[in-house]
């Protein structure tokens, strides 16, 4: 069967009328349907709220006045008052985020959220582990793995570019006032640091 132009040139047009939004809402069906799961451990529930998140900024200046002052200090943080820190951050800077999570054990940090994706029609779970580096001018995070909904090869690897790149732009914007040594523990995170 062969097909004229005008015919030809009709289906072109039925197959993007159709084929356009049929791949959207699969797309959009993948991403929020598949989940790579939270950070958080079954028997350490994460508490997000205002009291923790001045906790760790009650914490975090503490740690800096002393530092200031000439003398040898450390820190530590709990889960909880990392994520509701983390929140607020996230609310504070229009970071397309949500239902975030930061989580410590003893082989590093993870986080987990929602994340919105400009070309997706919806948020996608992401899970991401790794380590931050607390020296410099800025923090580094060193991303180990990321995990991304139920998306296809090529359309997570375009997320995962998202994300580290969301990583780097949002890490760019702390100042850190000195240098910080880090460790992870089984739900805590230590920073010290030397003047």
């Known amino acids: 069967m062969i097909f004229g132009p005008l015919r030809l040139v009709s289906l072109l047009i039925s197959l993007i009328v ?48 002393a530092l200031d002052a000439g003398q040898t200090s450390t820190v530590v943080v709990s889960e909880s008052e990392a994520t509701s820190r983390a929140q607020g951050w996230v609310e504070e800077h229009d970071a397309p985020v949500s ?8 082989e590093g940090g993870a986080a987990s959220g929602r994340v919105q994706v400009p070309f997706l029609p919806g948020d996608v779970d992401v899970l991401i582990r790794g380590t931050l580096t607390l020296t410099g001018q800025h923090p580094e995070a060193a991303i180990s793995q990321i995990k991304v909904g139920a998306l296809p090869g090529p359309i997570a690897d375009l997320v995962e570019r998202f994300v580290t790149n969301l990583i780097d ?8 006032r000195h240098d910080y040594g880090i460790s992870f523990g089984q739900g805590e995170m230590t920073v010290s640091g030397q003047p």
């Open 169 to 176: 732009d949002q890490t760019a914007k702390i100042e850190l």
């Open 99 to 106: 239902r975030l999570f930061v989580c410590f054990d003893n």
């Open 18 to 65: 159709v084929g356009v939004p049929l791949v959207a809402v699969g797309l959009f069906l993948t991403a929020i349907v598949g989940s790579p799961g939270s950070c958080e451990a079954k028997d350490r529930p994460i508490g997000v709220n205002l009291l923790s998140a001045a906790s760790f900024q009650l914490k975090w200046d503490e740690l800096n006045a």
